[in-house]
């Protein structure tokens, strides 16, 4: 299970990651009975190391949040507790607040430093938007620009910016990472899903077009039912067993992950605790999942090896009624159940169908679907949320510390037409945006492997189509089966950009794990950012690092021939957007000396210089 950076920010409790059909049934039924105390991992224990690692536990769990007995029952509906006042008086429950005189982010948020300079900035606004660096030329024009007319200047910036083409295929990644895509099933087999990309392509291109984000949100739950069943490939991004013995355990697990997704990226809530038992915290019973559930039963009847479509078909016959399942076992039908929406966010209309239920999630009348979005999208731009855990806005998740500013957000989407171009800029046109920046943001592993393609003027903008299928090392080539070891034969297509990369579920490209990549297997709303050593052995020693190094040493030494001074300050405007210091200078001169000394001649010790420039702090990290 790869640990998004929600898992490892979120509360240590048994029910954070719900286990299906009897294992959870073991679970429940060994947390009701508290007397039992089982060997921890096969092993006898001590009763004084057990008491020492209970204490640890309870120190903890305890600063945050109660202990909660997970209810099970053999009747969930008959069972279910009614909804209550208290339950609905959560924050993130509750309708989006305004605050007195506060019409923006610079009246909400703070922004105390003194404003970037133009370099800083337009490196930043570039890399924010499209996910690549800027030009040396589009540093020097916007730095002339910004001396007479800043505001302007970045204004048009902006807008270029969010016009490019770059732009959608950037910010389809963070979808693409809700959505839990892949172009494979997982599992043992890992089986190709051959159309799968045209899901990613349908969500780049809305991007880009600025679809309302209601309607994006909208067609992916029900885009079938309104004409543009493309969409609907979000439900089917799940990982699949397509081989499975048993098919009903196969569609029981596939209608389960689907609830479990459009709760965790439609609300920001851990729905998907509610299919075994009662959500333990929040006001969602096991009864409200699978009526959650319902919405989706016509859309799964699968059949024995048969892979998943790339969209939605609805079936009208050999449906199963759509029932409870006690305690989560696919073999224990309980209860039948109609359509509905979890009762703590009201009443569902008669005859609800999956329409309704994606009109009624992106809404402008559902605030804790705004919180959810916009405390997402801050999260892009600055690096941290405004409420800590992003996937989880639930009692186990953490209150916003800046409350108005994340409603003001929420609230301004709907207020600009539900245009999320227009809210990336209203952000990046405040003054808290455009501040010196205390917390720098590190390249994802698809931004930093296109901005080393594209400093090196190597990236093929190439756009749509199937995934590439990228060059592996031999050392894990050598591993794998011989169909799934191949690379695209055009190697021109090996540098296109990231996004259009074959995505592997059992095999992530070695650069994007590195750096945190989340395995598809769930919906990831906050990634890892870890700093390891193998990360800088990859950068420095990979045959793809140093090819790049030598491409742009090459270039450089073919249009500044031998200047140590030029070429110095043409590698550092390139890798990283702005002019070295004379120091910087000084001591790139003695290297290229030294270094050429030790090599067999300048061209390779100016390649050992790119190589340090793509191996700093500076060209991984965006202030």
């Not at 809305?206 to 309104?226: E, S, T, Y």
């Not at 539900?418 to 809210?423: A, F, H, Q, Y």
Request: proline fraction near 8%; glycine fraction near 6%; charged fraction near 20%.
């Amino acid at each position: 299970m790869n640990m998004t950076g929600d898992a490892i920010k979120g509360r240590p409790t048994l029910t954070r990651f719900c286990r299906k059909g009897a294992e959870e049934e073991r679970l429940a039924e060994k947390v009701s009975a508290p007397s039992a105390s089982p060997p921890l991992c096969g092993k006898s224990v001590q009763p004084q190391r057990l008491l020492i690692c209970i204490a640890l536990s309870l120190l903890l769990v305890a600063p945050y949040a109660p202990a909660a007995s997970i209810r099970a029952s053999s009747d969930p509906v008959k069972d279910e507790r009614p909804i209550k006042p208290e339950d609905k008086d959560h924050w993130a429950f509750k309708p989006l607040q305004t605050a007195p005189g506060k019409t923006g982010i610079d009246d909400l948020a703070e922004h105390s430093s003194s404003p970037a300079d133009p370099a800083t900035l337009i490196r930043r606004l570039t890399f924010d938007l499209t996910g690549l660096p800027p030009s040396p030329h589009e540093v020097a024009a916007f730095s002339k620009a910004c001396i007479q007319h800043p505001e302007s200047s970045i204004e048009q910036l902006a807008d270029r910016l969010l016009a490019s083409p770059r732009y959608g295929e950037h910010w389809a990644q963070w979808w693409l990472d809700l959505a839990r895509y892949a172009d494979t099933d997982g599992f043992e087999y890992d089986a190709e899903r051959n159309r799968a990309w045209q899901y990613r392509d349908w969500v780049i291109d809305a991007l880009n077009r600025d679809m309302p984000f209601d309607a994006f949100v909208q067609h992916q739950i029900a885009g079938d039912l309104m004409g543009d069943e493309t969409a609907t490939g979000f439900l089917f991004s799940c990982p699949d067993m397509p081989d499975l013995n048993n098919q009903n355990e196969r569609r029981h697990v596939l209608l389960n992950d689907i609830a479990t997704t459009v709760g965790a990226v439609g609300l920001g809530l851990t729905v998907g605790c509610a299919q075994c038992h009662d959500h333990p915290y929040d006001p969602i019973s096991q009864a409200d999942f699978y009526r959650l559930r319902a919405f989706f039963d016509n859309t799964v009847l699968t059949k024995n090896s048969k892979p998943l479509g790339p969209a939605v078909r609805i079936f009208t016959e050999g449906i199963p009624a759509s029932t409870v399942f006690v305690r989560g076992d696919f073999k224990r039908p309980g209860p039948g159940i109609q359509p509905a929406i979890p009762r703590v966010f009201g009443a569902t209309p008669p005859q609800a169908d999956r329409t309704a239920l994606a009109q009624w999630l992106a809404s402008k009348n559902n605030p804790l679907f705004l919180r959810a979005m916009a405390n997402r999208l801050w999260q892009q731009h600055f690096g941290n949320p405004l409420a800590a855990i992003p996937g989880d806005l639930g009692h186990q998740g953490e209150a916003p510390a800046n409350p108005g500013l994340l409603d003001w957000l929420a609230a301004e989407l709907p207020r600009q037409n539900w245009s999320l171009k227009r809210l990336h800029k209203v952000i990046v046109m405040s003054q808290t945006y455009q501040q010196k920046s205390s917390t720098p943001t590190r390249l994802t592993g698809e931004m930093l492997r296109d901005a080393m393609l594209s400093v090196s003027g190597q990236l093929n903008l190439k756009t749509g189509g199937p995934g590439v299928k990228l060059p592996i090392p031999k050392e894990i080539s050598s591993t794998l089966i011989k169909s799934q070891a191949e690379a695209t034969k055009d190697v021109s297509e090996h540098t296109r950009r990231s996004i259009y990369a074959f995505a592997r579920r059992n095999l992530r490209h070695p650069l994007f794990e590195l750096f945190d990549r989340p395995d598809a297997q769930i919906s990831c709303a906050r990634r890892n950012a870890s700093t390891t050593a193998p990360q800088a052995l990859m950068l420095l020693n990979s045959d793809f690092a140093h090819s790049i190094a030598a491409k742009i040493a090459t270039q450089l030494n073919e249009q500044y021939g031998s200047n140590a001074a030029d070429l110095i300050t043409a590698a550092t405007l390139r890798c990283l957007s702005r002019q070295p210091t004379p120091q910087e200078i000084e001591i790139g001169q003695k290297f290229l000396q030294k270094q050429t000394a030790l090599t067999s001649g300048f061209r390779e010790a100016l390649a050992d210089y790119c190589l340090a420039l793509l191996n700093s702090n500076e060209f991984v990290y965006v202030d």
